[in-house]
């Protein structure tokens, strides 16, 4: 009886137990967990879903918004389905789970921080454009490619229709734009509001240049547009008799045969700049500025000149000449610099005659608008007081002695140890001003593949005993020594002779010409381009905290400089 009862209560535990382990079991199973998702520029995302491994996620937004966010190897990746069907990427910045335990947080490099003020979309718009940069790009980034363990499987129903609804609808676009543009023609509007009818060779597989017949000013008008549907660029040339046309108008836009709007350029990108693109190149070039750069940018001449070799002999070489022909143009350019005052910047380049404004004044050569002049007239620079070459040396060692500059971070720092040693120097009595060089300046002790846009030092004023002045700037970072502007620019690989003497703020577009540019001011700009809204104590904390992240001891060409190159 005693062993009876003994079996019943191990049978009974053994029965708990095995409950037990089934309702844990079970409450596992059932048990979903939900995550908290912040996008940029979206609300916090809650309730979101995932699958197992933690690199799917599927959320909705209060208003029927749904966001996909996908694991692609050191980072993820998301993007908004709006409820009207447009498609949109998006930035992922942070994924909790509902226990409050980290999934993911951006990594924010120096790039992110520095990036440029957000644009108001892209270069192209349209129905095909919209496809091209939404809908077929996130097809592209997270499902063209991806390995089979990675794919969303049934097990994941929600998350599973999502991707597969994404995927179907991304054919059907595919195909309805493709279909488009292996038509054997396309209606274009120019800008100058007269439509034309663009004519394709479709037994010319690999061409992929229109015929659009003649402007009403005569000039032959060429369409360049490949036959994918998930491609938004295009391009369009305007020749008369003797080459590129300066009176021809560019296409705006490409239409379907319904009328739908596929392609158009987006001029809202333009709009409220004060230095706009066609302003920024030669002349002749002001109605289609990014052809001319294109033409004159390196790999972009070169996919032009593929692109119209694959048509026929005849065409490829009329772009050679054309091509020629634009360097020509960037080399003989009659342009102007133009210093503008825009939301508390000067900013400088080199334009057009055709394109200057008309409040323009002009001093010397160089036209300001009455707000810019009025204001570099208040940072003026006062009369020069000399040193001689000895006290130059010395202060040039006193300033290599601080320990607080970090005079081997050759790779940027400029503005912060030219203002720290500018003060430096002015506390000592002597008059300092700032020596500005701007081009394509390569970084001494560097190999040819490391250049700065821009460089800036300190100069003074040392007289000689026959009263000879000469500007010497000092810049430790270079040299052991002051050096004259012709020594210091040869460091730079510049020859200080050819280099254009010009007003401060030194053009933006100075490289791009082929030039270089100097400019002296007093001690009181920062940057390259005057920030009228920063007081001397923020300009203080900023240099001093530049150079205390900079003496840290980073590989200035490490990871720093890949950051950088990503802008």
Known sequence: MINKLKYLEENDDESLMRRAKLLLLFLIQTFVYSYDINLDGEAPLSGCISNGAENTFLCKGSNGDEFFVKETGWEYVAFKRSKDGKYEPKEVYEIYDNGGETVYVKNVTRADLMAPMPSVGYYYKGDMANFAHGLSDIHRRLFAYEEEENKVTETDKEIFDFVESVKKEYEQRRKHFDAQMNSSRLKVELESGESLTCRRDLKSVNCSLLDCGKDDKGNKVLLLKDRYGQSSYFESFSFNQSGISKTGSRIKGIYGANGQALLERNGELFQGLTFKPNMLVPGRYNKNPELFAGLTNFSSANMLMSEFDMCSPKMGDLMDKTISEA????????????????????????????????????????????????????IGRSSRKTISMKKAQEIFDKARARNDIAWDYTFDGCYARAHLMARMFEEEGIHVDKAWLRGTLQIPGEDMTKTWGYHVAPVVYVEDEKGKVQEMIIDPSVSQKPLTPKEWSALMEVDFDDSQRVAYPTPTNTAVFGKTSYA???????WPDLDTRLTEEMKMRMAADTMERYKTGMDPWGQEWMQWEEM
Request: net charge negative; with cysteine.
């Open 327 to 378: 360097h020509d143009d960037l080399k003989n350019a009659e342009m102007v610099q133009l210093i503008e005052l825009t939301n508390g910047m000067i900013e400088s380049n080199f334009i057009n005659l055709e394109s200057l404004p008309g409040h323009a004044c002009v001093q010397n050569g160089v036209y300001y608008s009455p707000e810019s002049y009025q204001k570099l007239k208040e």
């Open 520 to 526: 002296v001011t007093s001690s009181e700009p920062y």
